[in-house]
């Protein structure tokens, strides 16, 4: 996170935000497992990059890289077919995931780029971490000038309603495992303060935080609910499940510790960074849980 403490920068926001397809190169580049290995070294110079996919008859069979080039370099193999030195055991990302899942998966596995595949499993796209940071950068300059020249003091959201106690609360259901639509909940959350009027760094932590919670939700629990309470003074987020409950709360709040299954972590979830980041924009955050009960987690950001 930031130095600051709660801060969150709008390329932070970007990679909770940012689909895959939106910022994954389109045009790929490939090669059969027939292609051989000298026929690849021609092609990776000519067109700058360090590999690519191997496909057979449209289906993604193998990745190849440059490694694999210069190792057939060194042993005299340049003729050898690029099938018989893929990489058949392929990670691969899907085109509506999130850009933060692809950013732990670079994390996890050090490779330098992943086949994009849609939700029929063909191959649509490529994703390296360039890529990211120039879908981030492009994003960034369309909306600079809309986001940051309308700048409101967040205390203005409810400047013109008078009452004892005044507040908004948006409810959100939250589907065990449901991926697919992980994160919903927090961009309709997002969307209700942009309307509103709420200044653009509230809006990123708020962001952030709704994200991991909701995350939290799919991944560890049996479904639940995100609640946004927003007051004049302060915005309240609260996610409650009736799951299995935490073990030791004080040790899941260690930031790198998950208890999220490998077939979980192989989807770009579960890094045991998701309490960590909530504390990080929060001013204040409470958590509770009972084994065989549920969790509560509640949070609070200033508006002031």
Partial sequence: MNANPGEVTRVQELVYELKIDQVMTRDVISVTPDTTLGDLKELLRTKRISGVPVVQEGALVGMISIENVI?????????????????????????????????????????????????????????TKGDIVRGMLKR????WQAEELERYRASHIFEDIESDETGLILRYRVK????IRAGEAASKIKRALERLGAHPRIIRRVAVASYEAETNLVIHSVGGEIIAEIHPDRIKLVAVDSGPGIADVQQALQAGYSTAPDWIRELGFGAGMGLSNIKACSDSMKLESELGVGTRLELTIKLQ
């Fill in 140 to 143: 960034m300059e369309v909306e």
């Fill in 176 to 179: 065990r495992q449901d991926f």
């Fill in 71 to 127: 190792l057939a370099l060194e042993r005299g193999e340049l003729a050898a077919p690029v099938g018989s030195r893929m990489t058949t055991d392929v990670v691969s990302v899907r085109a509506e995931d999130t850009v933060v899942s692809a950013v732990n998966l670079f994390a996890r596995y050090g490779y330098g780029r992943f086949p994009v595949l849609d939700g029929k499993g063909a191959l649509v796209g490529i994703l």
